[in-house]
Each structure stands twice: as C-alpha cells, then as structure tokens.
C-alpha cells in the first residue's frame, strides 16, 4: 500500500491489486494513509496455486485492471 502511495503521488498511476481477504485491512489502511487509488481485488487464497489457476485469476482480473488504469472505454 505504502509503494502504491508514493508512485500516486508521483503521478504513476498504479492499480493497487489483493485478494479478497483483504480488502477490509486495505480500506482501513487507505482510509488511514489518505489514499484513494484504483484497486482490484482478486480470489483469495493465491498460495499454493497451480499455475494454470493463476493464469485463470490473472484472465479475470485483466479487463478491470486495465480500466482502473485507462479509464471507461
């Protein structure tokens, strides 16, 4: 969260990405450091993945990655 925050106020845009497990730690923190950047929140757990389900993850992910980063097409 912290690297995400300095590249946004650099004015890198960045997509700060994590599974779904935490999105209530990332809200506090956000709320915490100020920060309102573009975020996607992916399945929960990645551990132990096979690299065919991480590639699958990866595939729904992409399309909402992208947005965050480009904006509405």
């Known amino acids: 969260m ?3 925050n300095d590249l946004e106020r650099r ?3 960045g997509v700060f990405v994590a599974t779904v497990e935490f ?3 990332a809200a506090t ?3 915490a ?3 309102d950047v573009a ?3 992916t399945e929960h757990p990645i551990q132990d993945r096979t690299d065919e389900e991480m590639t699958a ?3 729904q992910a992409i399309d909402e990655l992208l947005r965050s ?3 509405p097409a």
């Open 11 to 13: 004015g890198i845009p």
């Open 2 to 4: 912290h690297d995400i």
């Open 57 to 59: 993850i990866a595939d």
């Open 69 to 71: 980063l480009t904006g």
């Open 23 to 25: 999105e209530d730690a």
């Open 33 to 35: 450091l100020g920060l």
């Open 39 to 41: 975020h996607v929140l």
């Open 29 to 31: 923190q956000s709320a």
